[in-house]
């Protein structure tokens, strides 16, 4: 496994760019989760924890989007496993109205840097989340920022297909976290 791609509730549809990535991509696995409705985080993070247990964990970069965004701070934060890094897309906002009511034990994020390279994209106009919340969340976890424009929360409805700048964010991770003492250009 090359990447373990995180979806945020309700999971990843057919168009979502991240569908794409682990149909094109042999090596990006998908993480199962029991309840993609109601999600209760202690709950994903114990998934997350497990499926890395059976892979090859420090090779590893996570693929997350929306609520997965959320669940990566509060993995690190218990976990002792390492990974090679993160890509973090449109991390939502606990506080915000339009946050997920069904969403259990998300709040509050975590503000300590996370012990891997990561990248936090977002976008101008994600009703999820604002640039400045996503700026924020950024700069405490340590992650190199990338403002994206007006992409909305960057999922299907943003009609992004592949996505190929988002895999080129991806590529320059896994690139980036390969080289120590690098970070990303």
């Not at 090359?2 to 998908?30: C, K, M, Y």
């Not at 989760?33 to 998934?47: I, K, M």
């Amino acid at each position: 496994m090359e990447a373990l791609i995180l979806p945020g509730i309700l999971n990843s549809g057919p168009d979502h760019w991240q569908t794409h990535w682990e149909r094109q991509h042999p090596s990006f696995v998908r993480i199962r989760h029991r309840d993609w409705v109601r999600p209760v985080c202690d709950e994903w993070v114990e998934a997350l924890e497990s499926t890395l247990s059976m892979s090859a964990g420090s090779d590893v970069v996570l693929v997350a989007h929306s609520l997965g965004c959320d669940l990566v701070p509060h993995w690190a934060e218990r976990t002792g496993k390492r990974i090679k890094g993160a890509l973090l897309v449109a991390p939502p906002d606990p506080d915000n109205p339009n946050f997920p009511a069904d969403a259990v034990g998300f709040a509050p994020l975590p503000l300590k840097q996370l012990p891997f390279p990561s990248i936090v994209v977002a976008s101008e106009n994600d009703p999820y989340g604002t640039l400045e919340f996503a700026s924020r969340m950024a700069s405490a976890w340590g992650s190199h920022f990338v403002n994206v424009g007006p992409l909305g929360h960057i999922n299907a409805d943003s009609g992004l297909g592949e996505w190929r700048d988002g895999l080129v964010l991806y590529r320059r991770l896994a690139d980036w976290s390969s080289v120590p003492n690098s970070t990303p250009e």
